[in-house]
């Protein structure tokens, strides 16, 4: 057993024993709480563990507001947290060409993308609700989802390509 899996355990008992003492002096019964609470937590295990990205590329916070601008390297990302704002300054970047892979896995959050005309964006979103504005008009999206990609993405040297995954995403695209 490795030592994270060791920790998930023992977490895990831990969490199982408070519950179970406090059952005792709440008198309630901690059967009725626990299969829902192990869902819940199997759900979140199953959204938030790093697959389709090499480790080293996936970055992992509970909340943190994120800024991608001129300081940030290019090449294949995955963020996952549980909440958070993402700006990306695609202005100023210094994209690689071709693809640049940004992958978002969050319970909820806004993201806002600040891009310049050159650069072509594709945005394929995922979630309970996802809202979309872009340039002013605005876009409700409840389990369905949302894909976007710019009249120029096909041809454009340069492309942007943000994948989300969330309960509830608020996405802001501005054309500069």
Sequence with gaps: MS???QQ???LFLILLGVLYLFANFLSIDPGKL???LAFIALGAILI???KAIAPDHAQHYFAKDITLDSNWKPGDTEVRMFAGDIDIDLRDMALEPGENYYAVKFFAGDITLDVPEDIGLKIDSTGFVVEVKIDGETTSNVMTGYSYKSANYDTAEKKFYLNTTAFAVDLKIRNK
Excluded: E
């Design 34 to 36: 626990f299969w829902p």
């Design 48 to 50: 938030f563990r790093p």
């Design 8 to 10: 998930i355990l023992a």
């Design 3 to 5: 030592k994270r899996n």
